[in-house]
């Protein structure tokens, strides 16, 4: 069974960079059959896709967060990571880790439970 | 990019009812590819259906996804105390995947 897990700090302070891990079990996140997606929960705009990493280290990101996201892996611990530069209280939701159902046009066929990152002073 | 609508916002229902949630996209979804996605706070999402209409594993035959081109539609029949949730639409047909805004299933 595929278990995916969101850690980091739930704090982070405006012009700051959110650094946030995603642990998986169950599969290998090296396995060629799938991506891997960051995606976050901001309760007025709903669900917002932040961009996703393939296990070469290929990766695609949602323009609108403007270039300030990079997704890295390490595939020794079997987790996934997400960074997101210069914050503003904007940036402050709810963050999922997810995996793609396949390597192109894919729905997401297992979630984390989220995280909830707060951007604040 | 594609902008997913849903309707209505909150559905107020009680336990037996039927259910049934709208998704409208700003363009045409190529081959349907239009998941639903079951949100409970908390806990991690759920996929319902892929394909606009095709079940993921151990989802409830009450549920049904229904829909082409820019309308679909996610049903529940005979609602269960346990299906009262938020649920999500999204497109994978077009980069970058979006999702709707949600339809909130509540308790009448």
């Known amino acids: 069974q595929v278990q995916l897990q969101e850690s980091g700090p739930g704090l982070v302070k405006p012009s700051q960079s959110l650094s946030l891990t995603c642990s998986v079990s169950?599969?290998?996140?090296?396995?060629?059959?799938?991506?891997w997606s960051w995606i976050r929960q901001d309760p007025g705009k709903g669900l917002e896709w932040i961009g996703n990493?393939?296990?070469?280290?290929?990766?695609y990101y949602n323009p609108s967060l403007g270039g300030r996201v990079t997704l890295s892996l390490d595939t020794s611990k079997n987790q996934f990571s997400l960074r997101l530069t210069s914050v503003t209280a904007a940036d402050t939701a709810v963050y999922f880790c997810?995996?793609?159902?396949?390597?192109?046009?894919?729905?997401?066929?297992?979630w984390g439970e989220g995280t909830l990152v707060t951007v604040s002073s | 990019e594609v902008v997913l609508t849903q309707s209505p916002g909150t559905l107020f229902l009680s336990p037996g009812e039927r259910a049934t949630l709208s998704c409208r996209a700003s363009?045409?979804?190529?081959?349907?590819?239009l998941a639903w996605y079951q949100h409970k706070p908390g806990q991690a999402p759920r996929l319902l259906f892929y394909d606009a209409s095709k079940r993921a594993a151990g989802i409830p035959d009450r549920f049904s996804g229904s829909g082409s081109g820019t309308e679909f539609t996610l049903t529940i029949d005979r609602l269960e105390p346990e299906d009262f949730a938020l649920y999500y639409c999204q497109q994978y047909g077009r980069s970058p995947r979006t999702f709707g805004q949600g339809t909130k299933v509540d308790v009448k």
């Open positions: 997810a995996r793609d159902s396949r390597l192109f046009n894919a729905w997401f066929d297992s």
């Open positions: 169950g599969v290998s996140i090296s396995s060629s059959a799938y991506q």
């Open positions: 363009q045409r979804i190529n081959n349907n590819y």
């Open positions: 990493i393939y296990y070469t280290g290929t990766t």
